[in-house]
T-cell receptor
Framework: GEDVEQSLFLSVREGDSSVINCTYT??????LYWYKQEPGAGLQLLTY?????DMKQDQRLTVLLNKKDKHLSLRIADTQTGDSAIYFC?????????????FGSGTRLQVQP | GAVVSQHPSRVICKSGTSVKIECRSL??????MFWYRQFPKQSLMLMAT?????????EQGVEKDKFLINHASLTLSTLTVTSAHPEDSSFYIC????????????FGQGTRLTVV
């Protein structure tokens, strides 16, 4: 079955880059997602990548995928205090018939002014 | 992207009562919807898969008689928490299923249930 793991906490200074890491265990083709959740709020989809891609960039966000190591990262450039939130990675394998997402435990990003 | 709407966003109920949460797909006909639960400071866990016109499929450990799911139309699924207890207090959130990588990626705004 799928298993997604993340580190629990990351603290950076405003203006620095943040890198949030995620590992997954599913060996099949899969979609991988990054979400942001602010306190008391729902999930905001930030970006997603398919497992045949190595990288995807969208403004301040860069997603890197090491398929061999099943390692996914989200880099936030020029991190702002408004980026403080919990970031979840999630996956959805393509060949199991299961269409629901499996989430990591979430990484709490704290941005210090 | 697909718009998913949940109602209510927040509810407080007394122990022993039942609470109904609605999940609506506003611009997509969804034969399948998903219900997730998020306990405080924890991740999201799939509770059940809601199937239009048929019985829901529950994940292991989720009581189907406690969490009643009705998917009567292609745009509405409801989750009813019956005989609520304080340990049912959680954040409940839904998403819809469809073709492509992003339909399942969009979630409702969630419902925060507090049972007192």
């Amino acid at each position: 079955g799928e298993d997604v793991e993340q580190s629990l906490f990351l603290s950076v200074r405003e203006g620095d880059s943040s890198v949030i890491n995620c590992t997954y265990t599913d060996s099949s083709s899969t979609y991988l997602y990054w979400y942001k959740q602010e306190p008391g709020a729902g999930l905001q989809l930030l970006t997603y990548i398919f497992s045949n891609m190595d990288m995807k960039q969208d403004q301040r966000l860069t997603v890197l995928l090491n398929k061999k190591d099943k390692h996914l990262s989200l880099r936030i450039a020029d991190t702002q205090t408004g980026d403080s939130a919990i970031y979840f990675c999630a996956e959805r394998p393509m060949d199991t018939g299961r269409r629901a997402l499996t989430f990591g435990s979430g990484t709490r990003l704290q941005v210090q002014p | 992207g697909a718009v998913v709407s949940q109602h209510p966003s927040r509810v407080i109920c007394k122990s022993g009562t039942s609470v109904k949460i609605e999940c609506r797909s506003l611009d997509f006909q969804a034969t399948t919807m998903f219900w997730y639960r998020q306990f405080p400071k924890q991740s999201l866990m799939l509770m059940a898969t809601s199937n239009e016109g048929s019985k829901a499929t529950y994940e292991q450990g989720v009581e189907k008689d406690k969490f009643l799911i009705n998917h009567a139309s292609l745009t509405l699924s409801t989750l009813t928490v019956t005989s609520a207890h304080p340990e049912d207090s959680s954040f409940y959130i839904c998403s819809i299923s469809g073709q492509g990588p992003t339909i399942e990626a969009f979630f409702g705004q969630g419902t925060r249930l507090t049972v007192v």
